[in-house]
C-alpha cells in the first residue's frame, strides 16, 4: 500500500493481513473455547440454572461476533487512508488477482480469462514462457467504472537469455478493447486507452541516453500505431529505467489515476519502497475499460510471469470546481498534447455509451463523439434520438 503521494514511501507489510485474518478468527469462533466455557458453568450453577444463564451469554455473544463479522466482510479489508490529504483506499475483488487464482478460466462465472499461451501456476500466471514467438494475455472481464483507482502489479521476468538477448517485455493495460491479440507486447496496435510497458529489448540501435529494461507509458484514442523501431518513443508520456530481470527479490509497479493525474512508480530494489517513473497530469480516461496484462516474445524470448493485480478505489475530496473540470469523458486524452483526431462514431454508438453509463450510476457525464473536449452530453444525446440528426 502506499503510505504517501510521493517517490520513497514505505510498503505495508504483512502486519495488517495478519492483524485482520486474527480477527475474524475471533469473530467466526475459532478463538473462542465455548465447551470449556460452558463446563466451568455448569460445574458453578447446577443442572437447573446453568443452561438458562449460558443461553442468554450465548446469545449475545453470537450477536456480537455476527456483527463485527458482518461489518469485516461489507467492507472488504476496511478503508486505509494512503495520503496526508483525505484519500483512503478499497480493495475491489472484482478487479483484482491473486494465488490460488481460483477467479481465472473460460467460464461465464470467471472473473479473469486467458488468452494464447498463457497458463495458471501454482506461484503465478505465466503470460509468455521462456520460448521463441509465445504471445499470452490476462484480462478482467468486469468492466471498471472508478473514478479515480490505484492498480498493483506483482511481477517477474526471468530467463536464460544473456544481457541484450532477451525479450520483449510485458504491457499493464486499461483499455476499451480486450481480448484482442496483436504486436504491441501481446496487444492490438491501434488501442484506445491506457498503456504501460515493462521493455526489456532496445530496438533502436543508434539510441544511447537511455538504459533498458526501461518503463513507458502511452495514451491512445485509436488513432496512434506504437512505433517498435523506436521502442515507443514518439508517442510516449514518459519512462525510467527499471532493472527487473533475474533479481532474486519481489517486483511491483503500481499505477495510480487520481484526478486526472497518472503517476507511475515501482519497487525493483528489493528495499519496500516506492521510486517514482512517471508522472502526467491532465490525463483523461473514460470509466467502463478493461484491465488487462500480456506479453509477446519473438527471436529474443523471456519468462514473463505476473503473480498478484490488485486494484484499490480511491476516495478523494473535490472542491466544486474540480467537479465541474473532472467531468466523464469518452475518449482518451491528455492534456497539451495534440493527439490525431480519432474517427467520428455513430449515433447507434453513443447512445450505447449512453445507457452502459447511466446503468452504471455516472450521471451528469459527457460524452463525445471525438472527445477532446468532449461534445456531446447526455441530454444532448438523448434529444438527439427523436431527431436522427448526426446519425451514421
Known sequence: MLTCGGGGSTRANGRRGRWFSGLMAWATGRAFNEGTAVGKMAATLGPSGWWQRWRRRLSAWNGSRMLLLLLLLGSGQGPRQVGAGQTFEYLKREHSLSKPYQGVGTGSSSLWNLMGNAMVMTQYIR???????????????????????????????????????????LAIWYTKDRMQPGPVFGNMDKFVGLGVFVDTYPNEEKQQERVFPYISAMVNNGSLSYDHERDGRPTELGGCTAIVRNLHYDTFLVIRYVKRHLT????????????????????????????????????LSDNHDVISLKLFELTVERTPEE??????VFLPSVDNMK????????????LAWRTQLESAGVLGCHVGDRGDP??????HLAGLEG??????
Open 127 to 169: 503470460l509468455t514462457p521462456d520460448m521463441q514467438s509465445k504471445q499470452g494475455a490476462l484480462w478482467n472481464r468486469v468492466p471498471c467504472f472508478l473514478r479515480d483507482w490505484e492498480l498493483q502489479v506483482h511481477f517477474r521476468i526471468h530467463g536464460q537469455g544473456k544481457k541484450n538477448l532477451h525479450g520483449d517485455g
Open 387 to 392: 431527431t436522427g440528426r448526426n446519425s451514421s
Open 264 to 299: 507511475i512508480m515501482m519497487d525493483i530494489d528489493g528495499k519496500h519502497e516506492w521510486r517514482d517513473c512517471i508522472e502526467v497530469p491532465g490525463v483523461r480516461l473514460p470509466r467502463g475499460y478493461y484491465f488487462g496484462t500480456s506479453s509477446i516474445t519473438g527471436d
Open 339 to 350: 493527439l490525431p483526431e480519432g474517427p467520428t462514431l455513430p449515433r447507434t454508438t453513443r
Open 323 to 328: 467537479e465541474k473540470l473532472h467531468r466523464d
Open 374 to 379: 468532449c461534445q456531446w452530453s447526455l441530454a
